[in-house]
């Protein structure tokens, strides 16, 4: 029986996308000194051989000074170029679309890498996160000018070094995200107030680089079904910005959820979605029928019984999966060549309700950057590793501090 996965995919660019599976972003943590490094060259290429019609990067920060992780890989100009190519070839062969995310932080950037962020609004994180994170300030009009340039400058950069594309991040709280939710954007002036307003920001992000890149140059978004916050950006909102970007001309569009306040993205949503697998599958068949462009959803698809169903719905055009990618590198060829036993991931805890309600998702994070350092090493993953072992492994290497600062 052929499977739906192994057909190719045409984007509205004409770029052909060989299958549809799509591995999404996960911030490798692996740059050095915030360059890309041979440990990401390696990571690459086992993920490009592995058979995945389209790789998103782990987000790569447009400004020096504001980062998610510490070690970002952050591109602000062109000093990285020969290792930027490098990646972008590995990336590439076997007929991969590779695309780099593109992102900025906003005030979701740790407190030991940023004394005081930069947010749409001077409005700190809440809950038991907030303590995590300092206070931001509020961006002034100059500066957001000068963020949408940044934003052009790293995907016009991205084309030069080979990549096929840009991914921009509008997931997930990070910067673009605070701009879209009424929430974390109070401002008063033509970048807040009316959703018209709040996705100015990604808009005029979305035009600059369109502006400046070739037509075949894939233009992708990722975007927030919604935070999953009271008063805050909604799916109503979220299918108005994806009727919008359609409009506009975006290539693609990756549905995600959540922020770091309420991580959806990470841990799903509702019984209901978690039946069928995947978190975002009940708001793709709402946003459907506004969006005929290609659209991914990512978040809990395991089974390739719930990926084919998804594929058959209609509701989604390519499957996006991101932590199955760091334990099995070649997870598409192994469904391929039926091979792939259904992975079962669960959350990363200690057990220890106290420490886990404090960093848990921190740990989860880290067990699988420890995870994408081994593919990176030419090694197996090794999902036995426990969170205690991973736990003590940060103490030892990094201290207190660890916690604080390895969240993305
Ligand atoms: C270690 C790690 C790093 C991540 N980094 C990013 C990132 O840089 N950009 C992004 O959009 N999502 C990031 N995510 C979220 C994933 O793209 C994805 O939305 C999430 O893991 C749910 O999909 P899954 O169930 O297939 O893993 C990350 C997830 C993990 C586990």
């Not at 943590?29 to 051989?49: G, T």
């Not at 096929?164 to 009424?182: D, K, M, N, T, W």
């Not at 008063?231 to 108005?240: A, H, I, L, R, Y």
């Not at 995600?256 to 708001?283: C, H, I, Q, W």
């Amino acid at each position: 029986m052929t499977l739906q996965l192994s057909q190719p995919l045409t984007l509205p660019n004409g770029k052909v996308i060989k299958n549809r599976f799509f591995k999404g972003a996960m911030s490798e943590q692996l740059a050095n000194e915030h360059a890309p490094s041979s440990a990401l060259v390696n990571l690459y290429d086992r993920w490009a051989k592995g058979g995945a019609g389209v790789l998103v990067t782990g987000n790569v920060m447009i400004d020096r000074t504001a980062l998610g992780g510490p070690k970002d890989v952050v591109i602000e100009d062109e000093r990285d170029l020969a290792m930027l190519r490098q990646w972008a070839k590995v990336g590439t062969q076997n007929n991969t679309i590779l695309l780099m995310q593109i992102n900025h932080p906003g005030k979701q950037s740790p407190k030991d890498l940023a004394k005081q962020p930069v947010a749409p609004s001077a409005i700190g994180l809440t809950g038991s996160i907030g303590k995590f994170f300092n206070p931001p300030r509020a961006l002034t009009e100059t500066e957001i000018e000068q963020l949408i340039e940044r934003f052009a400058t790293t995907a016009v950069i991205a084309e030069k070094a080979g990549f096929s594309g840009v991914q921009i991040h509008s997931a997930h709280g990070y910067l673009i995200s605070q701009f879209l939710s009424p929430l974390h954007n109070q401002r008063q002036d033509q970048w807040g107030g009316s959703l018209e307003n709040r996705m100015r920001f990604l808009v005029e992000v979305y035009r600059q680089i369109r502006e400046r890149t070739e037509s075949e140059f894939i233009i992708s978004v990722k975007l927030n079904s919604a935070d999953f916050q009271r008063g805050g950006f909604s799916e109503e909102d979220s299918v108005k910005v994806v009727e919008k970007l359609v409009e506009l001309g975006v290539d693609h569009i990756e549905i995600s959820g959540g922020n770091y306040e309420s991580p959806a993205m990470l841990e799903g949503v509702k019984a209901s979605t978690l039946k069928r697998e995947a978190y975002f599958l009940d708001y793709a068949e709402k946003v459907r029928n506004v969006c005929p462009i290609p659209l991914t959803i990512t978040g809990g698809f395991r089974s390739t019984k719930a990926m084919e169903d998804a594929l058959a719905s209609g509701q989604v055009d390519l499957i996006g999966l991101a932590k199955p990618f760091a334990i099995l590198p070649d997870l598409p060829n192994q469904i391929f060549e039926n091979r792939y036993q259904t992975l079962n991931l669960k959350p990363v805890r200690t057990g220890v309700k106290k420490l886990d309600d404090v960093i848990g998702s921190t740990l989860e994070m880290a067990w699988y950057f420890y995870q994408m350092e081994r593919l990176s090493q030419g090694l197996d993953a090794n999902p036995a590793y426990s969170a205690w072992k991973l736990f003590f492994r940060i103490l030892w290497q990094q201290g207190k501090n660890g916690f604080r600062k390895e969240r993305a």
